[in-house]
C-alpha cells in the first residue's frame, strides 16, 4: 500500500442530485471517525441532472475524492470499473450512489476477510425493493449456483469489499446490471477466495431507478451466458486471460 490509502470506496454515479453530495459527505465522515485514511472514488458516467456540478464543487471541498469524469453515459459496469482503475486503496469497497447500502459496513465485510479471504460479498438480509424483484433475485442465485458452482446468497450485491490489488486485477465488462456478478465469477475463477456476509438493504434514498425489469432480466441471462462461454475457453487454456 505505497499510496497510504487504506480504504477506498467505489461508486458509479449517473444522474444521482438528489443524493450524491449526503451520501459523498457521509462517506468522508467515515474515514475521520474511524481514523482511517481513506478516499472516494466516483465514475461520474455522464450524468444529465446537475450530478457533474454537484461533484466537481464536493472536488473543491474535499481533497480525498476523486472524481471519473465520462462525458458520456457508458454504464454502471464501464462507470464502476473505472473508478476501480484509479483507486489506490489496500482495500476496495464497491457500492451504489443511491443510498441502498452503508458503507460504515465495511467493518462487517473486513471481519470476514479476516478469515483469510481475497473478496468478501455482502448479502442482503432482507431486500427492500418490489416482491417481484425479490423473487427474480432468488430465481438468478439459483442459476449462478448451477452455471458457476458459486455458492452465494446473493452475488447481485452491490456492497463488496476486495483486496485492492484483487479489485484492480479484475476485468468488468458488463454494462449494467450483471456487474457485481462478473466480479464474483471472475475472482472465483481467477482462484481468489469468497466470503460472503450479511448486510442491510435500504429503500433509495431518493431518485428513481434506471432499472427496466424485463430487459434487465433479459440482457443478464445473456450476458451470464456468454460470461460461461468465456470462462470455459479460459479453462481450457483458448484464451489467455479472463
Sequence with gaps: ??????????????????????????????????????????????STDGTKDILRELQNQLANLVVVDHATNRG???????????SQGYYVLTIDSDGQFDAREYELLLAEMDRGFDVVTGYRRRKQDQPLRVVADRV????????FRLPLRDTNCAL?????????RLTI???????PTELLVRAQTLGYRIGETGI?????????????????SLHMLLFLAYLKY?????????????
Design 160 to 168: 463488496k469489499l476486495f483486496k485492492g490489488n484483487v479489485a484492480r
Design 140 to 147: 438468478l442465485n439459483l442459476i449462478i449456483r448451477v452455471l
Design 76 to 86: 454502471y459496469g464501464y462507470a464502476l470499473s473505472s473508478a476501480i482503475a484509479h
Design 200 to 216: 442491510t438493504h435500504y429503500e433509495r434514498a431518493g431518485g428513481r431507478t434506471k432499472l427496466n425489469a424485463l430487459r434487465t
Design 173 to 179: 465488462e458488463a454494462r449494467g446490471y450483471p456487474t
Design 230 to 242: 468465456k470462462q470455459l475457453l479460459f479453462r481450457m487454456n483458448v484464451i489467455n486471460e479472463f
Design 1 to 46: 500500500m505505497t499510496s497510504g490509502v487504506f480504504l477506498s470506496i467505489t461508486a458509479p454515479a449517473y444522474n444521482e442530485r438528489e443524493n450524491i453530495e449526503n451520501l459523498v459527505r457521509y462517506w468522508d465522515s467515515i474515514f475521520a471517525q474511524d481514523g482511517i485514511q481513506g478516499e472516494i472514488v466516483i465514475g461520474e458516467d455522464g
